[in-house]
């Protein structure tokens, strides 16, 4: 057996449950082109409301949102795809987006943003 061969399996034993995950199991299950105006069940209060605002607001291709903060509702983490981005650069798409949740923010740590135009 070559050190090549021992690297991958090192990593592997390395790895616990508090090594971070690529995707939620939110973004995997609700990672598709059809959004619906009614929030995932799997999402907890404070998901559900800001995915509410945000559908309503935007019509959205894409919205995943995702409290990343252990639960307590400190921070989230947003993607949202629309044609209400079309035409604007990243900073307006986030303070469009900032607007919307103005008075959510106030009461979070911190608001993770991604944001794109429809093609």
Known sequence: MSLRSLIPMARMATRTSTTPRIASMTQLRFNSTVVSSTPPASLNEGEKHLYSKLFEKFQPTKLIVEDISGGCGSMYQVEVISSAFKDLNMVKQHRLVNETLKEEIK??????LTTKATA
Do not use: C, P, V
């Open 107 to 112: 009461g979070m740590h911190g608001i993770r």
